[in-house]
């Protein structure tokens, strides 16, 4: 199988690393691959690092005629079979020939950039059910999920960020942005004694959130990390991850926390929502409300025997579906169908 894999995003966010992470894989995996991305941006750079050779492109929208050329050129010099396309303007820029063409929807984006578009995948079951909506048959779309890689990370030594060492301790992850919700979280941590809470991740809504830690006289629980790349040491010192999110598509941080053994607690968000079984693999609190997330926390702190069993049971759920070898195989039996379905064509 031969694949063209294009990221037509200059952001640093998750779904930006996730292509990093499976065009990875796959090159380890001896998938023959070339790669499109933004010159200079930095996941060319984390690519090249990795031994995975890639192309510049600009993705510069629809009066771009050199993006769709270069495109165009590698396909062909590759002799693609497929063509997989991250993000609305490599979707655009995409030409048509031999190959198949698969876009894949991390979010609810309007459908008509994916109109030529042969097939489509989307990460969350919510998003498959809006592209099916949307009017997409049901053997055109695919559901496959992200994955986290193991990581095996020594844990952030408490006492370098002023935190008792048999204090609980909860830990949340995200851009300090509004609809990532680290005010809830704050305003909860105000009614859950004792607890500290560590914040890594920046952005607009810092300085607010800063404020409101003190007004609240929360300073001396709070911790304000900034941007961090050292999260998988930061999970494996907590005793809890939340999630308050008051609308995510995906909540890839769940699967991360799931990979450190972490009972989460997790507003009703539809990425979240769909991944979390309240009660067996996490606890499900409604969304913006402080005082549920308190409540929830509260629970698991009281009681280390839930801790435990939600912690291993996400372990498991994520082992057995949301691994590597589990999400990746999703993707070869993807390849395996569109190959056979481009030669049906071809005929």
């Given at each position: 199988?031969?694949?063209?894999?294009?990221?037509?995003s200059s952001r640093?966010g998750?779904?930006?690393?996730?292509?990093?992470?499976?065009v990875?894989?796959?090159?380890?995996?001896g998938?023959?691959?070339?790669v499109?991305?933004r010159?200079?941006?930095?996941?060319?750079?984390r690519l090249?690092?990795?031994?995975?050779k890639?192309?510049?492109?600009?993705?510069?929208?629809k009066?771009?005629i050199?993006t769709?050329a270069k495109f165009?050129r590698?396909l062909a010099?590759?002799e693609?079979?497929?063509?997989?396309t991250w993000?609305r303007?490599a979707?655009?820029?995409c030409?048509?020939g031999?190959?198949m063409h698969v876009?894949r929807l991390?979010?609810?984006y309007?459908?008509?950039?994916?109109?030529?578009?042969?097939?489509?995948?989307?990460?969350?079951?919510g998003?498959?059910?809006y592209?099916?909506?949307?009017g997409?048959?049901?053997?055109?779309v695919?559901?496959?999920?992200?994955?986290?890689p193991?990581?095996e990370?020594?844990?952030?030594?408490r006492?370098?960020?002023?935190?008792?060492?048999?204090?609980?301790?909860?830990v949340?992850?995200?851009?300090m942005?509004q609809d990532?919700?680290?005010?809830?979280?704050?305003?909860?941590?105000?009614d859950v004694p004792?607890?500290?809470?560590?914040m890594a991740?920046d952005?607009?809504f810092?300085?607010?959130v800063?404020?409101?830690?003190?007004?609240?006289d929360?300073l001396?629980?709070?911790?304000?990390?900034g941007w961090?790349?050292?999260?998988?040491s930061?999970?494996?010192?907590a005793?809890?991850y939340?999630?308050?999110?008051r609308f995510e598509?995906?909540?890839?941080?769940?699967?991360?926390?799931w990979?450190h053994?972490l009972?989460?607690v997790?507003?009703?968000?539809?990425?979240?929502?769909?991944?979390?079984?309240?009660?067996?693999?996490?606890?499900?609190?409604?969304?913006?409300?402080?005082?549920d997330?308190a409540?929830a926390?509260?629970?698991l702190?009281?009681?280390?025997?839930?801790q435990?069993?939600?912690g291993?049971?996400?372990w498991?759920h994520?082992n057995?579906?949301y691994s590597?070898?589990?999400v990746?195989a999703?993707?070869?039996?993807?390849?395996?169908?569109?190959?056979a379905?481009?030669?049906r064509?071809?005929a």
């Open positions: 199988m031969r694949i063209v894999q294009a990221l037509g640093k998750g779904a930006e690393q996730f292509f990093i992470r499976l990875d894989a796959l090159n380890r995996q998938v023959q691959q070339r499109l991305v010159g200079g941006h930095w996941a060319q750079w090249e690092q990795a031994g995975v890639t192309d510049s492109v600009w993705f510069g929208g009066l771009d050199f769709r165009k590698v010099e590759h693609a079979d497929l063509a997989i993000m303007r979707a655009s820029a030409p048509s031999p190959w876009a991390g979010n609810y309007k459908m008509s950039a994916f109109k030529h578009c042969d097939h489509l995948i989307g990460i969350t079951p998003i498959v059910d592209i099916k909506k949307g997409w048959p049901a053997d055109r695919t559901f496959i999920p992200n994955f986290v193991a990581f990370a020594a844990p952030t030594p006492a370098t960020l002023n935190t008792p060492e048999d204090a609980p301790l909860i949340w992850l995200g851009r942005a990532k919700g680290p005010d809830i979280v704050v305003n909860a941590i105000k004792g607890a500290y809470l560590w991740g952005g607009a810092e300085k607010e800063k404020e409101l830690a003190g007004q609240l929360l001396d629980r709070v911790r304000f990390l961090r790349d050292d999260i998988h930061l999970l494996e010192a005793d809890i939340v999630c308050a999110s598509a995906h909540g890839n941080i769940v699967l991360e926390a990979a053994g009972p989460i997790s507003a009703r968000s539809p990425g979240p929502e769909h991944l979390i079984t309240h009660g067996e693999t996490g606890l499900l609190v409604a969304n913006d409300n402080p005082a997330m409540q926390l509260n629970q702190i009281s009681d280390k025997h839930l435990n069993r939600l291993k049971a996400g498991e994520f057995q579906s590597e070898a589990a990746t999703m993707y070869h039996d993807l390849f395996s169908r569109m190959k379905q481009g030669k064509r071809a």
